[in-house]
T-cell receptor, first 113, second 116 residues
Framework: AQKITQTQPGMFVQEKEAVTLDCTYD???????LFWYKQPSSGEMIFLIY??????QNATEGRYSLNFQKARKSANLVISASQLGDSAMYFC??????????FGTGTRLTVIP | GAGVSQTPSNKVTEKGKYVELRCDPI?????LYWYRQSLGQGPEFLIY????????DSGLPNDRFFAVRPEGSVSTLKIQRTERGDSAVYLC??????????????FGQGTRLTVV
């Protein structure tokens, strides 16, 4: 069964605008972690932000914030004030109770000048 | 080194040959992951080590694929009788593991495998 679902293959956003990238997950573990990674065309995987299942507040890291809705099992990434350098593939990932790490299929974000 | 190192960075092999891909994780990281990534796709889970043992190898596609981590640090992914469909970028990642759920996995640069 798919553990991480990203339903947006591609997204476009105007420079300086905000964009939300969707992610839903499936687990029966009470303890888990959610991550977002960025993969530019160079291929490296860059960690952006983390949300723990027991965290009460939504995670924020600079222009990145995570809209965590536990009951809906969603962990959407919000990028504010988009920049041209934000154009990349974005992957949502989940660590389950066994510390295994699973990725979604990704969303390709294109920032338009 | 400071980061996860994967060698070789590129590998071209003929169909039917055997290949080994190596991953040097960050020192002290007990968790090690292997993924396969095709162009435009997400990392596909292959196998996860916790220490020397494979905690989850359910992602290995068939018995041509095998991975080891004999001393709990360096890992080798082995592919026998390679097929053209095995062509992809193979990513390795490491993490402190254990109960450190909130630590991200650190990735290597990957090995691009091309089977001709």
């Amino acid at each position: 069964a798919q553990k991480i679902t990203q339903t947006q293959p591609g997204m476009f956003v105007q420079e300086k605008e905000a964009v939300t990238l969707d992610c839903t997950y499936d687990t029966s573990d009470p303890s888990y972690g959610l991550f977002w990674y960025k993969q530019p065309s160079s291929g490296e995987m860059i960690f952006l932000i983390y949300q723990g299942s027991y965290d009460q507040q939504n995670a924020t890291e600079g222009r990145y914030s995570l809209n965590f809705q536990k009951a809906r099992k969603s962990a959407n990434l919000v990028i504010s004030a988009s920049q041209l350098g934000d154009s990349a593939m974005y992957f949502c990932a989940m660590k389950d109770g066994a510390n295994n790490l699973f990725f979604g299929t990704g969303t390709r974000l294109t920032v338009i000048p | 080194g400071a980061g996860v190192s994967q060698t070789p960075s590129n590998k071209v092999t003929e169909k039917g040959k055997y290949v080994e891909l190596r991953c040097d994780p960050i020192s002290g990281h007990t968790a090690l992951y292997w993924y396969r990534q095709s162009l435009g796709q997400g990392p596909e889970f292959l196998i996860y080590f916790q220490g020397t043992g494979a905690a989850d190898d359910s992602g290995l596609p068939n018995d041509r694929f095998f991975a080891v981590r004999p001393e709990g640090s360096v890992s080798t992914l082995k592919i026998q009788r390679t097929e053209r469909g095995d062509s992809a970028v193979y990513l390795c990642a490491s993490s402190p593991g254990g109960v450190f759920m909130n630590t991200e996995a650190f990735f290597g640069q990957g090995t691009r495998l091309t089977v001709v």
